[in-house]
């Protein structure tokens, strides 16, 4: 409890800092805020608390790729990208299914929509046409593949609940699989 009161002293002026429409605009930040507040009622570790940060995280950017990959089958010009998007849609989707089953099992909040910074990256690719679109989706897909291999390669060596570390290999299969098949995208596109 001393931890958590030297935490939330730290972290008051960031949060006196962010107006109260930031959470309300973000649910990745209210995601992480819900999951604070419901870890300080427990008696939980720090690294408990990493690890609810990484799973909302993972969700995060799988909720990305969702979303990228649906408005890809829509726009995407290269039958390649249209094939990569529906691979992306396929497999993230039971992903993403796997961590709300986890997340209900640990009591911990996922976000309920992307975040303010990804929803301005996917209107900013929605505007765009043709190859520019395309390239813009690789790229897109490339960034957040790898932002989420980072986060699940902590979880699978770092996490201290267990139950986290067999979800983070299958995850880290099924995402490596997806970063391989992004790549040879890329390559055809002539990124």
């Known amino acids: 409890m001393l931890f958590f009161r030297a935490v939330c002293l730290l972290l008051l002026p960031a949060l006196v800092a962010c107006s109260g429409s930031a959470s309300n605009n973000d649910p990745v930040f209210?995601?992480?805020?819900?999951?604070?507040?419901?870890?300080?009622?427990?008696?939980i570790t720090k690294r408990q608390i990493r690890d609810a940060e990484l799973v909302v995280e993972t969700a995060s950017n799988q909720m990305e790729l969702?979303?990228?990959?649906?408005?890809?089958?829509?726009?995407?010009?290269?039958?390649?990208?249209?094939?990569v998007a529906q691979n992306v849609i396929n497999q993230v989707s039971a992903l993403l299914s796997e961590l709300r089953v986890l997340a209900k099992q640990?009591?911990?909040v996922l976000p309920a929509g992307l975040s303010e910074s990804q929803a301005l990256q996917v209107g900013e690719m929605t505007a765009l046409n043709g190859a520019a679109f395309d390239q813009k989706f690789a790229d897109a897909l490339t960034r957040t593949i790898e932002q989420d291999l980072d986060i699940n390669e902590d979880l699978q060596t770092e996490s201290y609940?267990?139950?986290l570390r067999p979800v983070a290999t299958r995850q880290l299969a099924v995402l490596q699989d997806l970063k391989r098949a992004t790549d040879d995208l890329k390559s055809k596109l002539k990124i």
């Open 30 to 43: 209210e995601a992480k805020l819900q999951n604070e507040k419901r870890i300080s009622e427990q008696d």
């Open 161 to 163: 609940d267990a139950d």
């Open 66 to 83: 969702l979303e990228i990959s649906q408005i890809a089958q829509r726009k995407a010009v290269s039958p390649d990208a249209k094939y």
């Open 106 to 108: 640990k009591n911990l």
